[in-house]
C-alpha cells in the first residue's frame, strides 16, 4: 500500500513538472559537490553567451477557472520574450515556464479578493535533468489599486544562487511596478547586461524613474560567496542552538526532514538556513522549500527528503506514512516527530564545541553577514575536525585520478568517537559526491572550507611546538 502511495506521488510529479524535478538532483552527481564558488561559475544561461543576473522575469497572477469558483496561477507577463528558438530550447523553455506557477502559489488554487495581504518573499528551487539547478526568487503581494484584489507574484528565475542580492532586486521590480510595467523594462534590461559581480565586488545600474530622476542601484555579492544564499536570523528565531544542531545532525545522515510554518518567507529562510549548515557538501536528494499542496505526497517519499510544508497542512502530513522523520513546527519552535537518537549522532565533545561557539557573543552582532558568519563558522570547523584531512587519503595515479583511501581515512582519527561518526557519514550520498569530485581534481578546491583547513593544521603545529618547548 504504502509503495503505491509514492508511485502515485511519483507519476504526479512527472506529469506537473515533466523533465523537471523541485529540488533533487539527476544528472552527474559530481556536479553537486562542487563548491558553491566553482559551481555558480559553471552555471551559464542556456541562451546566451555568458552569465546573466536572471533568465526571466515572470509576473505570477490568479486567473478564475472556466468551471467552478477556483484560480488557477498563470504567467501574465514575461521578460525576456525569446524568439527564434532551437526546438530543443523552446521545449525546454516550455517545461520550465509550465512549473513555475505552481510553485510561486503553492498554497492551492482556493483564493478570494483581497483587501491586506502581507507581502511574503520567497524562492523555491527546480532541478533539470542535466542536474543543473535554477531558483526562482518571489516576491507575493497584493498589486495596489482600490477595493479587494488578488494577490500576485513577481519571480525572477536565476541559476545564481544569492538570496539577499535579488531581495533588492525584487524591491527595485515592485517599486517600478507601482508605477507602470513599461518602466520595468529598462530596469531589467540593464540588470541583463550588467556583468555578474566576484564575491565581494559591487555593481552599479543607473535607471531613470518618471517624477523621481535617474537612481544609481548598488548590488553587492557578499565577500563569503557560500553564504549568499541564506539568512539564519529566521531559523534563530525560531528555533534554539540545541534544535539547529538536531537537524543539523539528521541532515548530515541524509535522514527525512520536514518544516512547518504558517509563512513562505519562514519556510523558505529556514529550509535554505538547514541546507546552509551542511557546507561544503551538498543535499543532494530532494529539496523544495515550499511544497505545494499537489505534492504533498511527497513527505511518503522513502528516499531523503528535505521539505517546508505551510502549517494549514500540517494534518494531512500528520495523517500521512512516514517513517523515521523529523518534523519540526517552526511557530512553536518544537519537534513534532523525532527519531529519538539525534543527540546521539555527532560526537559529544564537538557538539559542545558547536554550541558553545554559538552561544558567545551572538546578542552583539548587528549585521546578517555577520550572524550567517557566526551561525555557519562552527558547522564548518566540525567538518574540518571530522574529514578535514580527507585530501591525504586521496591516492593519484601517473593520470592524476584519485582513489580515496577510506579505511586510512577512517582510521586516521584518534578520537573513536569522531571515528564512530566518520565511518556513517562516509556512506552518505552528500561525501560520496565531494569525494568524487576530489578525486577528479589533482589539487584541493581553492575554497572557503580550504582555507579553514590550511588554519586548523597551523595552529595544531604551533601548538605542537608550544608543547615541545614547554617538555
Excluded at 96 to 112: H, M, Q, T, V
Excluded at 193 to 213: C, N, Q
Excluded at 334 to 348: A, C, H, M, Q, R
Aim: hydrophobic share 35%.
Amino acid at each position: 500500500m504504502e509503495g503505491q502511495g509514492v508511485g502515485g506521488m511519483l507519476r504526479l510529479f512527472r506529469k506537473r513538472l515533466p523533465r523537471l524535478r523541485a529540488g533533487s538532483v539527476q544528472g552527474d552527481p559530481g556536479e553537486a559537490a562542487k563548491e558553491p564558488e566553482r559551481a555558480s561559475e559553471h552555471c551559464l544561461s542556456s541562451f546566451g553567451g555568458g552569465q546573466h543576473f536572471f533568465e526571466y522575469l515572470l509576473v505570477v497572477s490568479l486567473k478564475k477557472q472556466r468551471s467552478g469558483e477556483n484560480y488557477e496561477p498563470t504567467i501574465t507577463y514575461q521578460f525576456p520574450k525569446r524568439e527564434n528558438l532551437l526546438r530543443g530550447q523552446q521545449e525546454e523553455e516550455e517545461r520550465l515556464l509550465s512549473a513555475i506557477p505552481l510553485f510561486c502559489f503553492p498554497d492551492g488554487n482556493e483564493w478570494a479578493p483581497l483587501t491586506e495581504y502581507p507581502r511574503e518573499t520567497f524562492s523555491f528551487v527546480l532541478t533539470n535533468v542535466d542536474g543543473s539547478r535554477k531558483i526562482g526568487y518571489c516576491r507575493r503581494l497584493l498589486p495596489a489599486g482600490p477595493g479587494p484584489r488578488l494577490p500576485k507574484v513577481y519571480c525572477i528565475i536565476s541559476c545564481i544562487g544569492c538570496f539577499g542580492l535579488f531581495s533588492k532586486i525584487l524591491d527595485e521590480v515592485e517599486k517600478r511596478h507601482q508605477i507602470s510595467m513599461a518602466v520595468i523594462y529598462p530596469f531589467m534590461q540593464g540588470l541583463r547586461e550588467a556583468p555578474f559581480p566576484a564575491p565581494g565586488k559591487t555593481v552599479t545600474l543607473k535607471s531613470f524613474i518618471p517624477d523621481s530622476g535617474t537612481e544609481f542601484i548598488s548590488l553587492t555579492r557578499p565577500l563569503d560567496s557560500h553564504l549568499e544564499h541564506v539568512d539564519f536570523s529566521s531559523l534563530l528565531q525560531c528555533l534554539g542552538f540545541e534544535q539547529i544542531l538536531q537537524i543539523f545532525a539528521s541532515a548530515v545522515l541524509e535522514r527525512r526532514i520536514i518544516f512547518l510554518a504558517e509563512g513562505l518567507s519562514t519556510l523558505s529562510q529556514c529550509i535554505h538556513a538547514a541546507a546552509a549548515l551542511l557546507y561544503p557538501f551538498s543535499w543532494a536528494h530532494t529539496y523544495i522549500p515550499v511544497v505545494p499542496e499537489s505534492l504533498l505526497a511527497t513527505v511518503c517519499c522513502p528516499t531523503p527528503f528535505m521539505v517546508g510544508v505551510q502549517m494549514r497542512f500540517q494534518q494531512e502530513v500528520l495523517e500521512s506514512p512516514m517513517e523515521e522523520v523529523l518534523l519540526v513546527n517552526l511557530c512553536e519552535g518544537t519537534f513534532l516527530k523525532s527519531v529519538g537518537d539525534e543527540k546521539d549522532i555527532l560526537p559529544p565533545k564537538l557538539q559542545d564545541d558547536i554550541l558553545s561557539s554559538l552561544s558567545q557573543g551572538i546578542d552583539k552582532l548587528k549585521t546578517s553577514e555577520k550572524i550567517n558568519e557566526h551561525v555557519s563558522g562552527p558547522f564548518v570547523q566540525f567538518f574540518v575536525k571530522t574529514v578535514g584531512h580527507y585530501a591525504s587519503h586521496i591516492k593519484r595515479e601517473a593520470s592524476g585520478q584519485g582513489h580515496f583511501q577510506e579505511r586510512a581515512f577512517c582510521k586516521a582519527l584518534t578520537s573513536k568517537a569522531k571515528r564512530r561518526f566518520v565511518k556513517k557519514f562516509v556512506k552518505t550520498q552528500l561525501f560520496s559526491l565531494f569525494i568524487q569530485e576530489a578525486e577528479k581534481s589533482k589539487n584541493p578546491p581553492a575554497g572557503y572550507f580550504q582555507r579553514k583547513i590550511l588554519e586548523h593544521e597551523e595552529q595544531k603545529k604551533q601548538k605542537h611546538s608550544r608543547e615541545r618547548t614547554v617538555k
